[in-house]
Structures are given as structure tokens and as C-alpha cells.
């Protein structure tokens, strides 16, 4: 592609130095991806600045800069065209649509959005789609969708990097998609990571604080979810309603109605009965739930094999989605049905023993406690949870999971989880002074075992028939994260691995969604 090709749909960009209209190959934000033909897009990120690797981007054969800061004369050969923009990641995420053709604008696009739920809803929306035979592909924190097949989201990050975005979009076009369901972060909203996504419906699950490490406050939180419905309005007319579909349980919904002047509102909710799709009286056992779904088209029975209240209502988001497109009710019911597991989420860890092992990612004290609570009275004996808190991010995490562990756990296995730059020593202590102060005792009722493996084996060794183990906080991350490195790591393998080390042998893989 050329350059000015791209550079027009940037805001502000002007043309500094070198050869306009540079054949361009590929778009790299980092220096070291970059080969001949390359446009270096110069980011500032949070640990680093893209512009300190001008120098590495031109040697590898970048022929063209996207900059904030005009380089020093005699930087840049006169070879290498530069532009100037305003704000290089914005840059980025209009150059990677350009590059790739703007494919959201050939996609109808789900956007899910919201603290708790977004994966879990994105898979169910997608099924739902699926089951009334449109294709549909899916981009979320744990896989891509593309076609018939599933991949690993590998990168480092929930939502990824513009590029990828595009590219993954651009490879549903390819693939004969029709929807794109997408699971929308906060991260990915404020950082322009999914500017020109082009959402046709938007999608609110719920908000409890979190991600405050990156948030200044709950109000900017809420901004930043609030993009997607802002962004409903300026998106590509595909020849569908533009809707934003909100928890009507959730105050928060109230702010998020007001973000958009032109989609029409679907709403949902199990606690507000004059909602449009709701589930009053939702039956919950270990088999998931049973409900009856109320919508403006009629009513219909859900048999859903996921547990859990909050599965109820991931489902009545899902449920909205496909209202919101016209969808049958059989369609809807046979969507929801048809997911019987989402990788890390609930999920079962099944190689014969005698009590229960649950992988979950629930990683603050809200998520934790809704899992605990789920779980409470599908145990027999007692509720063993396993977890830790990720250091470098909010503080507050670590007194309100192990106030959370404290209330809705029998018994407590304290251990690492991801702990980053900091002394893990240190996070397992705030989690056990938690603990302390909500009137549990050390050895009694728990205990510290920072390597997450042992504290593993040291759960199930004492574990009894009846039993459930809860292991919480990474789901289905592939990593374990120590100091600035990604060691390979997932607790879904883990717990197989350490059950069959105590005998116990693995008859089957968890089911997939």
C-alpha cells in the first residue's frame, strides 16, 4: 500500500521529510518486528517509548516513521519518509484499518463490555448467532474464532494492539464471517486499541472497581466502557439498528444510556422485572440453570449447563444480542444451551477424583465471592479455595479477596499469583492480615504456600471425597509472571498434572465451548 493511502485517514498528519508516497509492506510498532518495507509507528507506552527505537526501526529498513517528536536532524536518512502526528497511538489504530482495508465496516459488530462477564457473554452471543446459522468469528481474552477453528490469544494482553485487532478482523472477512463478536476492554477502549471497530451493538455486563492501577478512578472507569456506546453513533451504517443492550440491575447503566443519541435500547436484568429480556425466578442447581426467558417476542425455557446466578445473566446479555438481531426464540434457547464450558471459566477439572476441582479467573473480591457463592451450595463437604493476588496492580485487591476467601471459604490456600516486580512475600501477607482481621486463624483455616504448584498438590492431598477446590485468579492464562518474565504456566494443566502425580488419572479434557 502506499503511504499516503494511509496517511489520509489520519488526523493531523504532516508530511516532515523523505519520499511521500513510500511503498509500504507491513505496520510495526515494535522495533524489533520491523523488516524492509516497514512503517514504524513511534508509541508511547507505559514502561518505554517507541520513539527512543527510532534508530533500531531505521536500520532494520523501515522505510517510513509515524512520530510525535520530529527527529533531530541528521537522525533520518533522506530514504525514509517521516510523518508527524498528533497522537501516535491513534496513528497506529487508523493506520492498521487503513492497512487492512477497514474490515469492521464489512463485519456486523457485538462489542461486550463491563467488569465481570464479558468472555463468558461473548462466547454466548456467538453461539447464540451461530445457532441460527449465521457465521460468526470471535476475538477475546482467551482465543480468536476464525472460521471453524479456535487460537490461543497469546499476546500479553486482554484486548491486543490495534494491528493485531485489524488483522484479526481482516481474517473474519476472509473467512466468510458475517458477525464479529468482540470482548471490549477498558484497556482497549481508552488506548484506541479498538478505534474503528465500528460496533453495530454494544453490549454492558456490570462494574465493580478494578483495574484501578490503570484507572484514576471509578468515573474514568466508567468513561472509558462508555466509549463503545459513544462510538455506536459514529460508527459505518451496515443496514442494522445501532443498539446498546444494558444490565438494568446495574446503575451504572443509567450513565451509559445517555452515551449514545441513536441506537435504540434493549435492556435486561433478573432483579428488574420491566426489563426487555429478563429471567425472573431462575432455577440454580450443579447440572448450570433453568429459567424461564421473557422477551418481547415471547417467552421460551432455557436449560443452560453453566452455574451460577451470573451465568444467568451473562445469558440474558446473550439472550438480548440475539433478540436484538431478530432471532428466534428457539434459535436463542438452543445458543445458550450449547455452551456448556468457556476455557478457565467454571471450569471442571475432571480425572476421576473423588472431590471437585474448579479453575476459574476470577481475580478480585467481587468475581471471587460470586464463584465462591455459586459453588457454596453445590458442595457437600467443604469449599478449599486456592489463589493469590498479581502484584503492580491495585492494592485493594488483596484485602478485599482475602476478606472475600475469609467469608466464603472453609479452608484457604494463600500462593503466588503473578507477582511482577514485587516480594510476593509481601502480597501473600496483605491476604492473610485480611484473613486475620475478618476472624480466621492460621493454620486452621489457612495457610501460605507461595509456590503455586505445591499449593496445588498441598489442596488436593487434602482434600475429601465431597470436597470442592477452588483454584482462582488466572483461569485461563498461559503465563506465570515473575519480575518482567512470562514463564509458561496454566493452571487448567497444573491441577491435571499434580492430580495424576497423586494417582488420580485424567479421563477426558474439560469440555470446550
Known sequence: MRLTEITQHMDGARHISGPADAEVRSLQHDSRQVGPGALFI??????????????????????????????????????????????????????????????????KVVGITGTKGKTTTTYLASAVLEAAGLSTGLLSSVEFKIGDRFEVNGSQFTTPESLEVQALLARLVEAGAEYAVVESTSHGLKLDRLRN?????????????????????????????????????????????????????????????????????????????????????????????????????????????????????NSLA??????????????????????????GRVERIE??????????????????????QALRPLTIGRLITVFGCGGDRDPGRRTGMGKAAAENSD??????????????????????DAMLA?????????????????????AFENARAGDVVLVAGKGHEPYLIVGHEYLPWADREVARQVLGQLGWQAASAAVHA
Open 197 to 313: 471497530v465500528e460496533y453495530d451493538v454494544g453490549v454492558f455486563t456490570n462494574l465493580y472497581a478494578d483495574h484501578m492501577d490503570f484507572h484514576p478512578d471509578m468515573d474514568d472507569y466508567l468513561r472509558s466502557k462508555a466509549l463503545l456506546f459513544r462510538w455506536l453513533d459514529e460508527s459505518e451504517d451496515k443496514g442494522i439498528p445501532k443498539t446498546a443492550i444494558l444490565n438494568a440491575d446495574d446503575p451504572n447503566s443509567n450513565y451509559l444510556r445517555e452515551q449514545t443519541a441513536k441506537a435504540r435500547l434493549i435492556t435486561y436484568g433478573v432483579k428488574a422485572l420491566d426489563a426487555d429480556v429478563t429471567a425472573p425466578g431462575a432455577e440454580l442447581s450443579d447440572r448450570g440453570s433453568r429459567f424461564k426467558l421473557l422477551t418481547p417476542a415471547g417467552s421460551i425455557w432455557i436449560d443452560s449447563p453453566l452455574p451460577g446466578l451470573f451465568n444467568v445473566y
Open 318 to 343: 446473550a439472550a438480548a444480542v440475539g433478540f436484538s438481531q431478530g432471532l428466534s426464540l428457539d434459535a436463542i434457547a438452543a445458543g445458550l444451551h450449547s455452551v456448556s464450558g468457556v476455557p
Open 351 to 372: 480425572s476421576g477424583q473423588p472431590f471437585g476441582v474448579i479453575v476459574d479467573y476470577a481475580h478480585m473480591p467481587e468475581s471471587l465471592t460470586s464463584v465462591l
Open 411 to 432: 479452608f484457604t490456600v494463600i500462593c503466588n499469583d503473578n507477582p511482577r516486580t514485587e516480594d510476593p512475600v509481601q502480597i501473600i501477607q496483605a491476604i492473610a
Open 438 to 458: 475478618a476472624g480466621r486463624h492460621e493454620g486452621k483455616d489457612f495457610v501460605r504456600i507461595p509456590d503455586r504448584r505445591d499449593a496445588m498438590r498441598f
Open 42 to 107: 513511534a508509541v508511547r507506552g507505559f514502561a518505554t517509548d517507541g520513539h527512543r527505537f527510532v534508530g533500531d526501526a531505521i536500520a532494520r529498513s523501515a522505510v517510513a516513521l509515524l512520530v510525535e517528536n520530529e527527529p533531530a536532524p541528521g537522525q533520518v536518512s533522506d530514504g525514509v519518509a517521516v510523518y508527524a502526528v498528533p497522537d501516535s497511538r491513534r496513528a497506529l489504530a487508523d493506520a492498521a484499518a487503513a492497512f487492512h482495508g477497514f474490515p469492521a465496516k464489512r463485519l
